[in-house]
């Protein structure tokens, strides 16, 4: 009973000890909004006198990113956690585009966080990627006399015209009409010639 006393006073003394120089910050939590270019405040409770002189002046940063990849965006300040003081005022630099944000508190041997919230920056949005448009393939060409036609096939146009697609065999539309009307006023042509030289005879 006795050995089991002392380990629990042990294990309460050892997470005292390490919970001592991180501070309990309340502001800003989640759901804080906070604009870029004014003065917000960082609000904690505790005190990380046990850094000595170093307590005085703790630096305070922006970073980003999920907590498995966190990037520093910018250095805020610094806090004086010493004593009792409670709150500090910091000014997110307008170069801090709208987004989600946590703000980490140097103390030592631990360092002290905030859960994510938003900073509104006015003059710079965040940065939004658009969605991806699926390529969609040509599904028509056009032949131009002369010229060069897209489609899904390929043929030969008037004067000399091409029309080339993507993929497949068949005439684009444009050249297999003009082909199809030659052909059809040709047969009519040699049908009036051949009734002329029968009536003559």
Request: hydrophobic fraction near 35%; glycine fraction near 14%; proline fraction near 6%.
């Amino acid at each position: 009973m006795k050995f089991s006393t002392t380990l629990l006073v042990a294990a309460t003394t050892l997470a005292a000890y390490v919970h001592a120089d991180m501070l309990q910050i309340n502001n800003p939590t989640a759901g804080t909004v906070w604009t870029a270019g004014v003065s917000n405040f960082v609000g904690w409770t505790g005190n990380c006198a046990s850094m000595g002189a170093a307590a005085k002046n703790v630096t305070v940063i922006l970073n980003t990113g999920p907590s498995d990849a966190v990037r520093y965006v910018a250095t805020l300040g610094t806090l004086d956690c010493s004593g009792s003081s409670t709150r500090t005022d910091l000014t997110v630099p307008t170069s801090v585009s709208s987004g989600t944000y946590s703000i980490v508190v140097r103390t030592d041997p631990q360092l002290s966080y905030t859960n994510m919230f938003t900073i509104n920056n006015p003059s710079s949005p965040a940065i939004e990627t658009p969605p991806t448009s699926p390529t969609t393939p040509g599904t028509g060409g056009e032949t131009t006399p002369g010229g060069a036609g897209a489609g899904t096939g390929a043929g030969t146009g008037a004067n000399g015209g091409v029309s080339a697609g993507g993929s497949g065999s068949t005439p684009a539309s444009g050249a297999n009409s003009l082909v199809k009307s030659n052909t059809i006023a040709a047969g009519l042509m040699g049908a009036a010639a051949l009734a002329a030289s029968q009536f003559l005879l």
